[in-house]
Structures are given as C-alpha cells and as structure tokens.
C-alpha cells in the first residue's frame, strides 16, 4: 500500500469516529499525478447528493507532462461506495451534525486508488488545547525517561 497523502491536520480539528474505504473516480491524467505526489487534502470534505457521495475541494495538481485534455485540479469527484454505506453516512450527518472528511488517499495493492473517509466532529477550541497539553506532557515524559 502506497500513502499518496494524509490530511495531517483532521486529527487535530475533528473527534474521528468510524473509518470507511472508499474508491476514487479519476481520468487518466488524474492517476499519473497522484502516483508522482501531486495532491493536497487542505479544506477537502465530502458531500451527499442525490444518492452519491463526492470528494470536494481536493487539490490534484495538474500532470507536467500532460497536454490540452489535463485535467481540473480542484473538481468534484465521485466517490465509489456500497448504496446502503452512503445512506447509513447520510442518515448519521443529518442527525447528529457530524461531517465526512478524506484522512488519506493511497493506492492499494492492485493499483487502485482509494480514499479512506472518516465520519467526524468538529472539535472545539478547550479541545485543541488539552490536546496540546497532553501532547507537551507525554514528550515531557519521554524526555525523561531517556535521560
């Protein structure tokens, strides 16, 4: 398995819940820049409509050595999913205000790029800092335990 790119920042802004693997509908230009690095999860989310769910706001950069048929960097792309998982999805973010985020994208051992999604709440501000303050403790302790 081949991590393209993590969205390094979900950890922190979001309580994550429940983990899902999900396909990525792309065009050809689309796989060669992702197999070269060029991509970003920076504000990406996804979104239901009509049945679909939708990667939004994922920056796939555009192929270098692609011509006038390159593709958008920032379009909607579909993602491919069971019905009755994109349903139990909708059912959750309509209910409790819980939101859809991409943590990664990678390619799998078949070559077949894919996006693990993850169902998440927002976290609030005192949330953030106890983190850190956590996260300075235990580096603390680390130090140490070395010394």
Request: proline share 1%; with cysteine; glycine share 6%.
């Amino acid at each position: 398995m081949k991590t393209v790119v993590t969205n390094k920042k979900a950890r922190f802004q979001y309580h994550l819940m429940d983990s899902y693997e999900a396909g990525i509908e792309l065009v050809g230009t689309e796989v060669k820049s992702l197999r070269l690095g060029g991509a970003s999860l920076i504000d990406a989310y996804c979104k239901i409509e009509s049945g679909e769910i939708f990667l939004v706001d994922c920056n796939i950069s555009l192929y270098t050595h692609g011509n006038v048929w390159n593709h958008e960097p920032r379009r909607k792309r579909r993602l491919l999913m069971h019905r009755k998982e994109i349903l139990r999805l909708d059912q959750k973010t309509k209910e409790k205000g819980l939101t859809i985020i991409p943590l990664k994208i990678y390619f799998n051992d078949k070559g077949k790029a894919k996006v693990e999604i993850c169902l998440a709440k927002g976290k609030r501000l005192f949330d953030k800092r106890e983190d850190i303050a956590k996260r300075d403790v235990e580096r603390r302790m680390r130090q140490q335990a070395d010394l």
